[in-house]
């Protein structure tokens, strides 16, 4: 008796846990059951109204995607305005003088591209647009130039012992520049100055040592290349000097180093 009992109970366990479990498969099955009805039935009701014209964001997206296939959509890009510009650069010989220019006299300088060449530099600048008002622009440009110059002619003019060197500078020189004069004269032209530090010696201020903390002026004429792409050719004159004597040490002249460029300009 006591064995049938026990089968009798397990039995009644067994049937009870099969019931339980079909009763869980039936609620989960008719659980997603009645969610697919109720997906299929907001669906025809969404695609109803759609097609009663009730159901304005359907329509819109539905345009939307239209407008993308056949490429009529216009994708809004950021306007581009800071830029950087790479440029090859040859050292002169000249002085840093426009009256010769301005009064149309025979002496050389700078200005009239008379000075003889010599040395090479290679310049990487990258400009921050800190102010913009139509054509005009206000910008900060950090400058990298590594440099050599071999001569034995100092930035006075006078003999030296021959003599060459590599040397860099860093730059940090603020710039007014006029992007374009008109549409139908698109040359632009910008002027800045600003505080360079050099590093290593060189050789024009020989036999003078000047430290490594000097000014710097740079004029530029700009020409656009691909207005879609914002790029430009870039003529440079660079001047590097003692700031009018005042970071001159005692009873040394003048410093005076200036450079010809011609550089590529890319706005990013």
Not at 74 to 93: E, H, L, R
């Amino acid at each position: 008796m006591i064995v049938k009992k026990r089968k009798h109970i397990i039995n009644w366990s067994i049937q009870w846990l099969f019931f339980f479990i079909n009763l869980c498969l039936f609620s989960t099955f008719d659980s997603k059951a009645n969610q697919a009805i109720n997906k299929s039935q907001s669906k025809q009701i969404i695609w109803s109204n759609a097609k009663e014209g009730k159901n304005d964001s359907i329509e819109w997206k539905s345009r939307q995607k239209e407008n993308f296939k056949e490429g009529n959509v216009n994708i809004i890009q950021p306007i581009k305005k800071d830029f950087s510009t790479f440029s090859i650069g040859t050292y002169a010989t000249g002085i840093w003088d426009m009256r010769p220019l301005l009064n149309g006299s025979n002496s050389c300088s700078i200005w009239n591209l008379c000075s003889e060449l010599e040395g090479i530099n290679f310049t990487y600048a990258r400009s921050k647009v800190l102010e913009e008002s139509g054509v005009f622009s206000l910008d900060l440009d950090k400058s990298f130039t590594l440099s050599w110059q071999g001569t034995n002619t100092n930035m006075k003019r006078e003999r030296i012992n021959y003599d060459e060197s590599f040397f860099s500078t860093l730059a940090l020189v603020p710039h007014v520049r006029l992007n374009k004069f008109s549409n139908n004269f698109p040359l632009g032209i910008g002027l800045g100055v600003g505080p360079v530090l050099s590093i290593g010696d060189i050789v024009v201020q020989n036999p003078y040592d000047y430290g490594p903390l000097m000014s710097r002026v740079n004029f530029e004429v700009t020409y656009p290349l691909n207005k879609k792409n914002h790029n430009s050719l870039v003529f440079s004159i660079t001047h590097d000097c003692s700031f009018f004597g005042l970071l001159a040490p005692n009873g040394s002249p003048q410093y005076s180093h200036s450079w010809y460029s011609l550089g590529f300009r890319k706005k990013i």
